[in-house]
């Protein structure tokens, strides 16, 4: 369905901006998951730097982007920020993360990344996410049953 | 030379590993994720795969609402996957490393964040880099309540002498 009306660069695209991403991930070695618990013992306050300095690129991109172009060059989305509802399901879920990250040293991005640097356990955190994606998938269509409508995609 | 060394040092202490492997890697991150936007106007998150890749082995509702996102989210995934390792390859040690954190850590960890991003609509890369950059107030006290969380966390599980 989506597929056909897609430009043909889009997945290539998708695939150029993943391996700068990635790239990113390894060279700020947050893919060891280490690095990341040495921050958060506060050993190492280098970390935020990762975060927030790619937080500065897209921060400028978010802002430029619509000013100086009409529309993607491959899609027909418009420019918008990335501006998510807040309610408490926030705050609840980010503690719930928090929790992870700190027991673990892992968030999905880095995860990914730290396999490429070759780092065979983490498939266990990866396995692990699955799992708990699932679990919360299942327990909310539970929840929602009775509204089948999909809320919006990313 | 006229820089107080006493701050100097301070500063060295916190930052073992100096600034620029972190910077520097960050705005790569943040590039990756703009090409994406410019190209696409999409807002990519690392966490959405994991229930888009869910919708291929699950019939659940809550799943296949991203079937129509599923395949590209593959290749960015994918992609994140190969670029880590072409980092290995050139600037890295050749696929050396491997993790010590102890794989209880790695797995109830990894359960924990997997139902945590769900919840709580986004991760490190979602609200951190792309909300953040967005300046979202969701994303910005998304990312103050988990990084306050996860502090707090590691301060504990390192207080109880759990190490690696």
Redesign the interface.
Known sequence: ???SDRHP???P??????????????????????VV?DF????????????????????V??FL?PKL?K?????N??????????DN??????????????????????????????????L???????????????W??RN?ASD?A??G?? | MVLDPVPLQLFAEYFPNGISRYAIGGLFVGLGASIIYLGTGISAGASTFLESTLSYVSGRSRFQQYVSSRDWRLVFTVSIIAGAAIYSLTFGDNFQYSTDVQVWRLFVGGILVGVGTRVGKGCTSGHGVCGVGSASRTSLIGVATFLLVAIGTAQLVAAMGVSP
Not at chain 1, 13 to 34: D, Q
Not at chain 1, 71 to 75: C, E, G, I
Not at chain 1, 131 to 137: I, K, M, S, V
């Open positions: 369905m989506a597929g660069l889009f997945l695209l998708i695939a150029v901006g993943g391996l700068v991403f990635g790239f990113g991930l390894g060279y700020s070695h947050m893919a060891r998951p280490e618990l958060l013992q506060f050993e190492d306050l280098g970390l935020p730097f990762v975060m927030f300095g790619g937080a500065l690129v897209t921060g991109v978010y982007a172009l529309r993607p060059a491959l899609t989305r418009s420019f918008e920020r990335r501006l998510k509802p807040f399901q926030v705050l609840v879920g980010g503690a719930i993360f928090g929790v992870g990250w700190g027991l673990s040293g892992i968030c999905p991005g880095a995860a990914y990344a730290s396999l490429g640097v070759g780092n065979v356990p983490i266990w955190a990866l396995a692990g996410m699955f799992l708990g994606a699932f679990a919360q998938g299942v909310r269509s929602d089948a999909p809320t995609a990313d």
